[in-house]
């Protein structure tokens, strides 16, 4: 009996280990809580994102990516009496197996690289992207979106981020005049979402849409050559957060 114990435990020390490991190097899973990136992802979707992007795999155009509110992007999180077994749902989302609520994440789509020339809107109110106006497939479409003029330059290590239920979703634009400038450090991103776990009628994987961004050309400078007049004003004032 000992020793059957004994291989219980030490299979659910390695399954415990491993689901840690898996956590924190390859996949992890979230939640997604708002209408921003609606139809993409629906409210209370389960996603899981892959952990190996940006480091080691980089970000492409068009990538969903989580990342985390370090410029109070979202109001801050109200204290409840979360009951006596909070430690249940602690443990397991520590091994990866839930989603981590007690932090503050968002789910966007990357529109805009280091170095892009990101600008709203064209004669057709279409994003453009180093010039390049961009057919957005997948954009909400059973709302038109409302253009919010803007036209920026992303520095070395940031990105510039929309979501595709736009006029429902307060990302990059909507906060150009905070920390940041709108824009998101790639050192906050925890990953590229991959693909939808939860409900299960909405399972199935994520692109990133390479048709959209395939006539984008590299930006004229790379972003650690952006002179200094070229950044926002709002980014400079921050720069030291």
């Not at 020339?117 to 709302?143: F, K, M, T, W």
């Amino acid at each position: 009996m000992l020793s059957f114990l004994k291989e219980i435990g030490v299979i659910v020390g390695v399954a415990v280990l491993l689901s840690f490991l898996i956590k924190t190097f390859l996949f992890r899973a979230f939640y997604v809580p708002s209408e921003s990136m609606v139809q993409t992802l629906e409210v209370n979707d389960r996603i899981f994102v892959n952990r190996l992007v940006p480091t080691p795999i980089g970000l492409e155009h068009g990538d969903v990516v989580v990342f985390r509110d370090t410029k109070g992007w979202l109001p801050p999180i109200e204290q409840t009496n979360r009951g006596p077994f909070a430690w249940v749902n602690d443990s397991l989302a520590f091994l990866g197996l839930l989603p981590d609520e007690s932090k503050q994440y968002l789910v966007k789509r990357v529109i805009g690289l280091p170095g892009d020339h990101v600008v709203c809107c064209d004669a057709q109110d279409r994003i453009q992207v180093n010039g390049v106006s961009l057919n957005e497939s997948y954009i909400n479409p059973a709302v038109k979106p409302v253009p919010q003029r803007f036209d920026v330059t992303v520095p070395a290590g940031k990105i510039w981020v929309m979501g595709d239920n736009r006029n429902n979703s307060a990302d990059s634009r909507a906060h150009q005049g905070g920390p940041g400038a709108g824009f998101v450090d790639i050192s906050d991103v925890e990953g590229r979402a991959v693909v939808i776990v939860l409900p299960l009628n909405r399972m199935g994987g994520l692109g990133n849409y390479p048709e959209v961004f395939k006539d984008v050309p590299a930006p004229a400078k790379a972003a650690e050559n952006v002179r200094p007049d070229q950044i926002p004003a709002a980014l400079a004032s921050h720069s030291g957060e």
